[in-house]
């Protein structure tokens, strides 16, 4: 139990489909990631929110899209995905705005589109 | 771009050895270095943190930082079988500002044979 929850663990979605990620940070922190590993690449930054704000995108295409309502949730939809975006999706968490403060990861959502 | 160079192995110890993983990063204002272990269908846990030069010890894992040779890596001492898994090195950014803005190299796999 790592205090940050992710659900579904499991994902099978087509390419027309609209589906969502779930994260739920159960630790205090004011700042929430998302990660993305791919087989064989290293771990990815998507998105980075602070206090709810969204502070960074690395260039993620629109078909990904996060939602912060405060800063114990965080959410990715997801709509006209790609094959190639199958990939473990991880939240973390950490507490403040430093990246000196350690991150924490959920357990992830294993993501395959067909 | 910002790099962090593992060699990805497969490192294979005996049961009892010390298991010696190496990481060097291209940032060269690096503040904050971290290992994280990742077993097989699982998210990554943090090992260590180590924000100075030198040594820190926890139990059997010693974390070296050489920020001159931009070099870091992990001592695992009286290796187990349990200690089999993927061991990733993760560099934050420089700056107070930097979100968890870790760059993650792809990982050492490990594997400790009895």
């Not at chain 1, 499991?10 to 004011?30: A, D, F, I, Y």
């Not at chain 1, 939602?67 to 403040?96: I, K, R, V």
């Not at chain 2, 040594?55 to 001492?77: C, H, M, P």
């Amino acid at each position: 139990e790592t205090g940050v929850t992710q659900t579904p663990r499991h994902l099978v979605m087509g390419m027309t489909n609209k589906k969502s990620l779930k994260c739920e940070q159960h630790l205090g922190h004011n700042a929430m990631y998302w990660y993305k590993q791919s087989a064989k690449k290293p771990l990815e930054l998507m998105f980075v929110y602070n206090f709810k704000e969204q502070t960074e995108n690395n260039s993620v295409p629109s078909r990904f899209s996060p939602e912060c309502p405060n800063s114990s949730h965080l959410f990715l939809h997801l709509h006209t995905l790609q094959p190639e975006d199958s990939a473990l999706y991880l939240c973390a968490s950490s507490q403040g705005p430093s990246s000196g403060n350690t991150i924490y990861f959920g357990e992830g959502s294993w993501l395959t589109v067909v | 771009q910002k790099e962090v160079e593992q060699n990805s192995g497969p490192l294979s110890v005996p049961e009892g050895a010390i298991a010696s993983l190496n990481c060097t990063y291209s940032d060269r204002g690096s503040q904050s270095f971290f290992w994280y272990r990742q077993y097989s269908g699982k998210s990554p846990e943090l090992i260590m943190s180590i924000y100075s030069n030198g040594d820190k010890e926890d139990g059997r894992f010693t974390a070296q930082l050489n920020k001159a040779s931009q070099y870091v890596s992990l001592l695992i001492r009286d290796s187990q079988p349990s200690d089999s898994a993927t061991y990733l090195c993760a560099v934050g950014d420089a700056g107070g500002t930097s979100y968890g803005k870790l760059t993650f190299g792809q990982g050492t796999i490990l594997t400790v044979h009895p």
